[in-house]
């Protein structure tokens, strides 16, 4: 039973199985760059041509730093209040909470809805950088309204499915909704980079299953095209929250950490998650997985 120094886990719902070899083939690399500074007007208009664009050396060591001890600090049991953490299910068998926090998040899928807890994690969601970029691309000013991040343990952190991003959100199709990835740790194909298909965004929404995930169907993915998005430390990926991307299981002995922020445009209304799943959900389309 969990105790007030030892609460309940949280696991996500996700499941580790097998996926097809080739589903997170891609056929290059997807170029960047350098920094705020070099963003053009050209960049804004690949964004809305391809779906993404890449900052390599966005934010300083100092603040990836100052990152990387504010997620350890959320798992050190010192934040009242905080209860964002998932737990991927291997955790089920290990005592995880007799472990040190650079110990522990090992055995961490994700953390959720820390912005309000701690302020090194905040001042990344709102690096004036970062928001002035994100405000070129909608047209208006952004608004934050989902902070997570995103852990691939070495060796087992398992893989997210293709998917959209939209398909979470209770927002109009025609919101230009844009992530966010920061790559905390180096990211790369075999600790489970980012891999996308520019252009798929103006495809508009495609139908989600819940298999090991609320996903694309396995055998619907498309990945012609698709490009790999290796990121050192400070990097970071923006991406339309319609664009096909997943990433694949951390096969490696190295840890790979991100952090994910969502940003709507501020006139973007609220929708259901009935109208959500009357685009996105597979009941009533007569379609299968």
């Known amino acids: 039973m969990a105790t007030a120094s030892t609460p309940e886990r949280i696991y996500d719902y996700g499941t580790a199985a097998e996926y097809p070899p080739d589903l997170y083939r891609y056929d290059g690399i997807a170029e960047g760059v350098d920094g705020f500074d070099s963003i053009r007007d050209e960049h804004i208009a690949q964004f809305h041509e391809e779906g993404y664009l890449v900052i390599h050396n966005a934010f300083s060591p100092q603040e990836v730093r100052a990152a990387l001890d504010g997620l350890l600090h959320l798992l050190s049991g010192q934040v009242p209040g905080f209860k964002g953490v998932m737990y991927e299910r291997v955790a089920a068998e290990v005592p995880v909470e007799e472990m040190p926090p650079e110990q522990k998040q090992d055995y961490v899928r994700k953390f959720m809805w820390f912005v309000n807890y701690e ?8 690096h004036p950088r970062l928001l002035a970029v994100l405000e070129q691309i909608m047209g208006e000013p952004p608004v ?53 298909i520019p252009g798929t965004h103006r495809q508009g929404p495609v139908v989600h299953f819940k298999r090991r ?74 379609v299968t997985c």
């Open 119 to 126: 302020p090194r994690l905040a001042d990344l969601a709102h």
């Open 144 to 196: 934050l309204f989902q902070d997570m991040a995103l852990l691939k343990p070495p060796r087992f952190g398992r893989e997210k499915p293709w998917h959209q991003d939209h398909a979470y959100f209770e927002l109009p199709l025609e919101a230009k909704v844009v992530g966010c990835w920061i790559a905390l740790d180096e990211a790369t194909p075999e600790n489970g980079c980012m891999i996308i």
């Open 213 to 286: 995930d609320w996903q694309i169907c396995d055998t619907h993915v498309k990945n012609q095209g698709a490009l790999a998005v290796p990121l050192s430390p400070g990097g970071c990926l923006l991406f339309s929250s319609l664009i096909h991307h997943g990433t694949p299981t951390n096969t490696s002995e190295k840890r790979r950490r991100a952090v994910q922020f969502h940003y709507r445009p501020q006139s973007a209304p609220r929708t259901s998650v009935e109208e959500r799943l009357a685009i996105f959900g597979e009941e009533g389309k007569d």
